[in-house]
């Protein structure tokens, strides 16, 4: 069974701060995503990765950016936390070949709170 | 650009009895994948159900089915014989052929009366 997992469930930070999110996943996927979920919003597209050492932007980058240095691990990073940060983040991965169809596999979501 | 609507936000089902999800989208792709997550209470998001537009029989995993109108655009989820575990928020989800992006629905809240 493929496993993403995240490097933490409950997170507490300070307005300012730097925070890094981790997403590590085991099945060798090409793809991997940021989204942040928020009540009647959904899920909204913040960065993607097809490669490492790729990324491209999703829907709403602003105030973040991703690093993507291992084929297995995909971190988002707020460079400077702000209240309007505070959120529910989910990592997913998927893989190119066609025969899984575009399927997204998700971590266990980091509830992100700032100060 | 293209969208995935979910207008009903809440629903509620008897046990043991049949609702429907509805979900509409907006592409003008021919090539395209349809999907129902479901995300429970503890917040892992699980595929339940995919569809291939290319195909015209509608899919189906065990309790649960899809209606797919492809003229309509239109996507529901069927769960028969609703269960207590069935409660949870299910986003319809739509991605092409040419990559492996999704777009969302806003979800809805399913619960389960026992």
């Known amino acids: 069974d493929v496993k993403v997992t995240q490097s933490s469930r409950y997170l507490v930070k300070r307005t300012g701060e730097k925070v890094f999110l981790e997403c590590v996943q085991d099945?060798?996927?090409?793809?991997m995503f940021w989204y942040r979920q928020d009540p009647g919003l959904g899920l909204r597209l913040i960065y993607f990765?097809?490669?490492?050492?790729?990324?491209e932007k999703g829907d709403i980058p602003e105030g973040y950016s991703v690093s993507r240095e291992k084929k297995e691990r995909f971190s988002l990073i707020l460079e400077s936390a702000s209240t309007n940060q505070t959120s529910m983040y989910l990592c997913?991965?998927?893989?190119?070949?066609?025969?899984?169809?575009?399927?997204?596999?998700f971590g266990p979501g980091t509830r992100l709170t700032v100060l | 650009a293209q969208t995935v609507t979910q207008s009903q936000p809440e629903m509620s089902v008897q046990e043991a009895e049949t609702v429907t999800l509805s979900c509409t989208y907006d592409?003008?792709?021919?090539?395209?994948?349809l999907f129902w997550y479901k995300q429970p209470p503890s917040r892992q998001m699980i595929l339940v159900i995919r569809?291939?537009?290319?195909?015209?029989q509608n899919a189906t995993e065990n309790r649960f089915s899809v209606n797919f109108q492809k003229a309509a655009k239109s996507f529901s989820l069927k769960i028969s014989d609703s269960q207590l575990g069935d409660a949870a928020m299910y986003f319809c989800?739509?991605?092409?052929?040419?990559?492996?992006?999704?777009?969302f629905g806003k979800g809805i809240t399913l619960s389960v009366r026992p």
């Open positions: 997913a991965s998927s893989s190119t070949r066609l025969v899984f169809y575009n399927e997204q596999f």
């Open positions: 099945m060798d996927h090409e793809n």
């Open positions: 990765s097809y490669d490492v050492k790729m990324k």
């Open positions: 592409t003008s792709e021919s090539d395209y994948y």
């Open positions: 569809q291939e537009a290319y195909k015209q």
């Open positions: 989800a739509y991605a092409t052929g040419a990559n492996s992006k999704l777009t």
